[in-house]
């Protein structure tokens, strides 16, 4: 992972597309996180889970770079459960759902990666892995360039035999994305937006979904963005960054409450 690149764009004044979407989920929980700087209370094993499946498909991803031979199952298990079990030993406590334990999501996640090796396409060439990025942020009523930049670190960037660069994003969830989803999802417009500014022309962006369900599933979807659908995205970021500069932060009380990793500090009228 390009750690020292990755620490040093988020060393400048930025916003990431991780707040843009707190933000939009819970301005509240978006202060608590990056205004208070408060701690979590807790981590939900969700988080910790999808973060070792993407540490795991990362050291894939590594390996083709470095046209090394293509890791074995046991081998990406292997990343997996440890980088899952340092997780579990940190002081955060990591809330498990009811019927989940971390053995059992050790071997979930077995079987998901054991569909990924055999699922996954293979690229013409993987160009990048943990890739960081940095651009301007533009208002476009003003044409002024605000102070934070767009900051974010793509999963991997391939290139394709015909010389088009693509970004592959992974996912792991519970269930299928509804085409509502697949269709406006902000991360895919945002990385289609920054792809140009950053050298890889009019890349596409290939969500790679792990289904952490009874039977583990792979899914991948390329949706299409347009000039308009980039516009919003960036209107939407300047409006979230104004909304931020003028302090509001209300509470959204919706699903996402139940592992929200403030959820103490929210209840107590803060
Ligand atoms: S508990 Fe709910 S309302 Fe409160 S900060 Fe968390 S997500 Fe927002």
Known sequence: MNQAAIKQIFAEEHVSYSAISKYKMCPRSYRFRYVDRAAPETRASALVFGSSIHESLAHFYGKLRDNEPEPSLEELTKVFSEYFNIELTKPVPV???????AEGLIETGTEMLRVFLEEAERPHRVVA??????VELIDPETGEVLPPRLVGVFDAVVQDAD??????????AGKRWAQSRIENDMQITAYTHVAPLVGYGNADVTIQILLKQK???FETYSPTRTDSDRADFIETAVGILRAV???AFYPNRDWQCKSCSFAGRCRCGR
């Not at 892995?129 to 940095?134: D, H, I, K, Q, T």
């Not at 010389?163 to 792991?172: S, Y």
Request: hydrophobic fraction near 35%; charged fraction near 40%; proline fraction near 3%.
């Open 95 to 101: 809330i498990f759902g009811e019927k989940e334990s």
């Open 129 to 134: 892995v943990e890739s960081p990025f940095s």
């Open 163 to 172: 010389g088009r660069f693509r970004i592959l994003e992974h996912k792991t």
């Open 215 to 217: 039977k583990a599933a």
């Open 245 to 247: 500069e003028a302090e």
